[in-house]
C-alpha cells in the first residue's frame, strides 16, 4: 500500500501583488524553473468565469535532499508542499510509524526558512500578519491501486483515519460523536475512490492520477478561511488600536484634524475591494462546465472550514464599518459647521464694534 502524506503549509502575504512582479521577484530569489498553474486545459470554461492561476514553482533544498512545491497567488497568498511517501501494509502500520516518528514539524521549518528566503525580495509584505496568519495542514492520500474497497478500508481503520484526521495519536478510543464529528465532510463518486475534509488535516482514497485537482480545491479552500480569518483579525486590531489612543489624542477635538479612528476606519472599508476579488474566485467553482464533481468538493470543505460564516461574519463587520465611517464624517463636519459659525459670529461682533 502506498500512502502519500502531502504536507502543506499556507502563508497569508498581507499584500496583493501583480504576476510580473511575483516571477520578477522570484526571478531574483534564485527560482529557475516557474510558470502559471492551470486548473484544467482540457475543458472549456466559460470566458465568464475567473478562477485561480498562481504562479507555480518548485525549490531544491539540495542539503536536505528536499524538493518543495509552491505557489503565489496574486492576492497575496502562497502555499507549500513537501510530499512524504510511505510503502506499507496497511493503513495500521502507517499509523504506527507517524506516532513513532512525525516529520511535520522540521518541513514546517524547512518551509519557513524557505519562505524567509524567498520573502525577502518581496516589498510590502505584512511581518505581522506573516507571524500569525500561516497554518500547516496535511492530506493523507492512499493510491488506490489495489481496488481497495471503500466500505471495508472504513470498517477496519475508522478509528486510524479518525486518528489522523484530527492529529490526536494516543487514544484512540473516540466516542461515536467525535467519529461523526471528524467523518461528517465526506464524499464518494465510485465504489473506491472516498475523500473526508477536517478542520485539520484531510484523507483522499484514490488513484494517484486523481490527487491533484482534488488536492488544488482543498487548497484553495484552506487560503480562503485563511484570508476570512486575516480580514477579520484586522477590524479588530485597528478598532482596538483606535480605542488605546484615539482617547489619549489632544487633536481629536480640533475639527479640521481627522482622528486616528477615522484614518484606520478608512483602511478597513478599503478591505471590501480585496475581500470581494477573493469571494468571487471561490463563488465560481459551480460555474465549471463538467467540473460539478470538484465543486461537490469545494462546498464539501467550505462546510468544514465554515467559510461562508466567516465571509457573511467579515462582510457584516465591514458594512458596519463603512456606516462608522460615514458617521465620522458627519461628526467631522458638524464641528467644522459649527467652528466655522462660532467664526462668523466672532467676526460680526468684531465688525459691529469697529474693532
Not at 96 to 111: A, G, L, M, N
Not at 288 to 300: D, H, I, K, N, P
Request: aromatic share 14%; hydrophobic share 35%.
Amino acid at each position: 500500500m502506498d500512502i502519500y502524506m502531502k504536507v502543506y503549509k499556507y502563508y497569508n502575504l498581507g499584500t496583493t501583488l501583480r504576476k510580473k512582479e511575483i516571477m520578477k521577484n522570484l526571478k531574483e530569489s534564485g527560482i529557475k524553473y516557474m510558470g502559471t498553474y492551470d486548473f484544467d486545459d482540457n475543458l472549456e470554461n466559460p470566458s465568464f468565469v475567473s478562477y485561480p492561476e498562481p504562479i507555480e514553482f518548485t525549490y531544491d533544498c539540495k542539503e536536505k535532499e528536499k524538493e518543495v512545491t509552491a505557489k503565489v497567488y496574486d492576492y497575496g497568498a502562497m502555499s507549500m508542499m513537501y510530499e512524504v511517501k510511505y510503502e506499507v501494509n496497511s493503513l495500521e502500520e502507517f499509523h504506527e510509524e507517524i506516532k513513532k516518528y512525525d516529520p511535520r514539524p522540521q518541513i514546517e521549518q524547512d518551509f519557513d526558512e524557505i519562505y524567509q528566503k524567498i520573502s525577502d525580495k518581496f516589498e510590502g509584505l505584512n511581518d505581522n500578519i506573516l507571524s500569525k496568519f500561516n497554518h500547516l495542514y496535511s492530506v493523507y492520500c492512499i493510491d488506490n491501486k489495489g481496488n481497495i474497497d471503500k466500505k471495508e478500508l472504513l470498517e477496519n481503520n475508522e478509528k486510524i483515519i479518525v486518528s489522523l484526521l484530527s492529529d490526536e495519536y494516543q487514544d484512540i478510543n473516540f466516542s461515536q460523536q467525535q467519529k461523526e464529528a471528524v467523518m461528517r465532510y465526506s464524499n464518494s463518486f465510485l465504489k473506491n475512490d472516498y475523500i473526508v475534509v477536517h478542520w485539520n488535516n484531510a484523507f483522499i482514497l484514490d488513484n494517484k492520477e486523481n490527487y491533484t485537482e482534488k488536492l488544488f480545491i482543498i487548497e484553495l479552500a484552506n487560503i480562503q478561511f485563511n484570508k476570512l480569518q486575516t480580514y477579520d483579525s484586522f477590524i479588530d486590531d485597528y478598532l482596538s488600536e483606535y480605542l488605546l489612543s484615539n482617547n489619549k489624542s489632544i487633536l481629536r477635538f480640533i475639527p479640521f484634524i481627522k482622528s486616528g479612528m477615522s484614518k484606520k476606519v478608512k483602511e478597513i472599508a478599503d478591505l471590501r475591494v480585496e475581500l470581494e476579488r477573493v469571494i468571487d474566485v471561490m463563488d465560481n467553482f459551480e460555474k465549471f462546465q463538467g467540473q460539478w464533481y470538484l465543486a461537490r468538493l469545494y462546498y464539501l470543505a467550505n462546510s468544514a472550514f465554515q467559510i461562508n460564516r466567516w465571509k457573511n461574519l467579515v462582510e457584516n463587520r465591514i458594512k458596519k464599518v463603512n456606516e462608522l465611517y460615514n458617521l465620522i464624517n458627519s461628526e467631522i463636519n458638524r464641528k467644522r459647521m459649527l467652528f466655522l459659525n462660532i467664526l462668523m459670529l466672532l467676526l460680526f461682533v468684531l465688525w459691529f464694534l469697529g474693532i
